[in-house]
């Protein structure tokens, strides 16, 4: 109902920066929210950043606070995830998901991901 493409993952210095985009089409009037997430080999899938679409509040995951900025595009259907200070452990595949009711932890449709790889 919902189709997800991340894009703008790739590899940068630590201290470096990244834009990812969450493109949506879809049924993208059903969407609640928008979150990010994010696993490393070895690792469970971990929360990022949120963003309500209708009225842009925003949520983070301590690690990330400050350094990186979840933001949305009603008119684009995108939501972007502004990462600023990189460092070798936000090494990972990014995915974004939607979710369509207001539950906390309960996303419906998932991207297939894109890679972030950190250099030291």
């Known amino acids: 109902q919902v189709q997800l493409a991340e894009s703008g993952g790739g590899l940068v210095q630590t201290g470096g920066s990244l834009r990812l985009s969450c493109a949506a089409s879809g049924r993208t009037f059903s969407v609640n929210r928008v979150g990010w997430f994010r696993q490393a080999p070895g690792k469970e899938r971990e929360f990022v950043a949120a963003i309500r679409w209708s009225i842009g509040t925003t949520y983070y995951t301590d690690s990330v606070k400050g350094r990186f900025t979840i933001s949305r595009d009603n008119a684009k259907n995108t939501v972007y995830l502004e990462m600023n200070s990189l460092k070798p452990e936000d090494t990972a595949v990014y995915y974004c998901?939607?979710?369509?009711?207001?539950?906390?932890?309960?996303?419906?449709?998932w991207g297939q991901g894109t890679q972030v790889t950190v250099s030291s």
């Open positions: 998901a939607v979710a369509r009711a207001p539950v906390v932890g309960k996303y419906d449709y």
